[in-house]
């Protein structure tokens, strides 16, 4: 019943988190054009088309794009690694999703991650050193894990999170270059409380854009794990698995800043907590799954 409970709670709690996140966006567009013009609806239609043309576009490469950036090479046989292939094959089925394809990235440090837009298009991509580290059962539970987030639509949410952030770095950028190198809008216009409040936003929009999308990411690991310990049966193992895994020290070499939310564990190793983490506190996940 607690799984359940906290399943849904997840779910909830990322819907409210992305329709935030959305009038955010559409905000720091408004306060883009009452700056610069005294008005705010044509900044805030102006960013909802950037945002819509944009994220359409970062969505149709997405996942070419992650397994190039990660040097991520696919397994296309069960013979390229028949306990990988079988894992995640019985994974998926439990999960009731197509089969993923399979990638494998050549690295010591065990870690993974899940990419997609959807369960039929999903892919999922393993460092060696996870083979390496991990026995059958916490295997299982690390690919549960990422079953679960291309179950439920999380490669898709983070993706159109990352390109929302974007958008919003850019206007802040032009935003703030405008303020600085012109007279700025028409005084008569405005009001001078709304005109600060505006600026402030403009400038610290790209900050506070980042910290949503870290609330994004954090709260969808939980889910997952939830999603995972569901499939599995078996908490404990993913546990261990995550104990192991953020045991080791040493980062992955080929993962990116713009792709580490992606990944199962931080895969920078940057021991940060809170706010500022892309990832939940491994010690409070690992007390969530074994008190399941």
Do not use: C
């Amino acid at each position: 019943m607690i799984l359940y409970e906290q399943i849904q709670h997840n779910k909830r709690k990322t819907v409210f988190i992305v329709f935030f996140f959305v009038l955010f966006v559409l905000a720091v567009g408004a306060a883009f054009s009452y700056i610069n013009s005294g008005e705010p609806f044509s900044g805030l239609i102006l960013t909802a088309i950037i945002a819509t043309i944009y994220v359409g576009i970062v969505l149709s490469s997405s996942t070419k794009m992650v397994m190039r950036m990660n040097h991520a090479k696919e397994i296309k046989s069960v013979e390229d690694n028949r306990f990988l292939w079988h894992t995640v094959e019985n994974m998926a089925m439990v999960g009731r999703i197509p089969m993923p394809r399979v990638f494998v990235i050549h690295d010591p440090s065990p870690n993974a991650f899940a990419t997609g837009l959807s369960p039929k298009n999903g892919a999922v991509a393993v460092t060696t050193g996870l083979i390496d580290t991990l026995n059958r059962e916490e295997m299982e539970g690390v690919i549960a894990h990422e079953v679960a987030h291309i179950k439920n639509y999380d490669v898709r949410l983070s993706t159109i999170a990352l390109a929302l952030v974007s958008v919003i770095a850019i206007i802040s950028d032009i935003g703030t270059r405008m303020l600085f190198f012109s007279r700025g809008g028409r005084g008569n216009k405005q009001s001078p409380v709304i005109l600060i409040f505006a600026i402030v936003l403009m400038i610290l929009a790209p900050f506070i854009a980042m910290l949503i999308n870290m609330a994004i990411s954090r709260n969808r690991e939980y889910l997952a794990d939830a999603s995972a310990a569901e499939l599995t049966r078996n908490p404990h193992a993913l546990a261990s698995a995550l104990e192991k895994i953020t045991g080791v020290s040493t980062p992955v070499r080929e993962a990116s800043g713009s792709s580490a939310p992606l990944y199962f564990a931080d895969p920078l190793k940057k021991k940060m907590s809170g706010l500022l983490s892309t990832h939940p506190d491994p010690q409070e996940r690992m007390k969530r799954l074994r008190e399941m």
